[in-house]
Nanobody, 121 residues
Framework: QVQVVESGGGLVQAGGSLRLSCAAS????????MGWYRQAPGKQRELVAQ???????NYADSVKGRFTISRDNAKNTLYLQMNSLEPEDTAVYYC???????????????WGQGTLVTVSA
């Protein structure tokens, strides 16, 4: 089994910053893509940012220049530094990891339980 646990959410004023963390543990041989998604009330879950094992990143247009995704491969940990936060960033943020559990095994993706980020105007 693989466990994915997010932390770091909270309440912040517009213009402020937060840093989210996501730790993956359990039966992990290797992790491919790691990413952050978010779901605001009444909206579909959307991609915020992704990072490959080699460090290639991809961001949603709405967060480019404000958010930075990074990972620590030795610790199977993912981060999201969020600056210049806006009320529109209010959502539950979910971590997603694509895991190989053994050599030659197919990849599987796992989700965390989510962490709430609330940005007040």
């Amino acid at each position: 089994q693989v466990q994915v646990v997010e932390s770091g959410g909270g309440l912040v004023q517009a213009g402020g910053s937060l840093r989210l963390s996501c730790a993956a543990s359990g039966s992990i041989f290797a992790i491919n893509v790691m990413g952050w998604y978010r779901q605001a009330p009444g909206k579909q879950r959307e991609l915020v940012a992704q990072i490959t094992g080699g460090g290639t990143t991809n961001y949603a247009d709405s967060v480019k220049g404000r958010f930075t995704i990074s990972r620590d491969n030795a610790k199977n940990t993912l981060y999201l530094q969020m600056n210049s936060l806006e009320p529109e960033d209010t959502a539950v943020y979910y971590c997603n990891v694509v895991v190989y559990r053994a050599v030659g095994a197919p990849p599987n993706d796992y989700w965390g339980q989510g962490t709430l980020v609330t940005v007040s105007a």
